[in-house]
C-alpha cells in the first residue's frame, strides 16, 4: 500500500466518524452528548496517529526529495493541523458542560467542518503532488512505515489492530 493509499483509507475513516458525531448533533441531552463523547475517543488517538504520519513520515520525505517541496507549504499543512486541534480543544471543552447544548452545537459544526475541508484539501493538493515527485517505491516504503506507525499507536490507544 502507498503513503496515499494508507491516508486516503484512514481519511475515509475519519468521515464516517464525522457522520456519526453529526447524527449525535441531532439527538438532544444525555443521548447525543453520550454520541460525540464516544465518537471523540475513538476519532482523536487515530487522528494524532494519522497526523504523525504525514508530519514525521511524509513530510521529511517530501522536503529532502529530489524535486523538493518548499518549507513553506509544509508549514501551511502543519498549521492546518494546529488548527483542527484548536477546534478539538474548543469541542473537548464544550462536552465540559452538558447543559450547554448550543455551544456543543456550535462547537461540533465547527469542527466537523474545518476537519472535512482539512482531508479535502490534503486530497486535492498535497496527495497529488506526493504521488507526482516521490517514485513509487518510496511511496510504498512510506506506506509501510506508517501503516507500522499507525498499528503501534492503535495499539497503546486501544490495545487491539485497526480494524
Ligand atoms: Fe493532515
Ligand atoms: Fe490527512
Redesign the pocket.
Known amino acids: 500500500m502507498t503513503i496515499t493509499e494508507l ?1 486516503r483509507r ?2 475515509e475513516s475519519f468521515r464516517r466518524t464525522l457522520r456519526a458525531m453529526r447524527d449525535s448533533l441531532k439527538k438532544d441531552g444525555t443521548e447525543g452528548h453520550a454520541g460525540l463523547d464516544r465518537s471523540l475517543r475513538h476519532l482523536l488517538p487515530l487522528l494524532a496517529a ?2 504523525e504520519v ?1 508530519h514525521d513520515l511524509l513530510f521529511p520525505a517530501l522536503s529532502s526529495s529530489e524535486k523538493p517541496v518548499s518549507g513553506e507549504v509544509l508549514d501551511y499543512f502543519d498549521k492546518e493541523h494546529e488548527t483542527v486541534h484548536h477546534h478539538i480543544g474548543e469541542l473537548l471543552e464544550s462536552l465540559q458542560a452538558p447543559e450547554a447544548r448550543l455551544r456543543r452545537l456550535v462547537a461540533t459544526s465547527d469542527f466537523i467542518a474545518v476537519l472535512e475541508e ?2 479535502e484539501q ?1 486530497e486535492r493538493t498535497l496527495f497529488p503532488l506526493v504521488e507526482e515527485i516521490l517514485p513509487l517505491d518510496a511511496q510504498e516504503r512510506l506506506g509501510e512505515a506508517g501503516r507500522a506507525q499507525t498499528a503501534e499507536a492503535f495499539e497503546h490507544a486501544y490495545g487491539g489492530t485497526p480494524s
Open positions: 491516508l484512514q481519511h494519522h497526523e504525514e482539512h482531508l490534503e
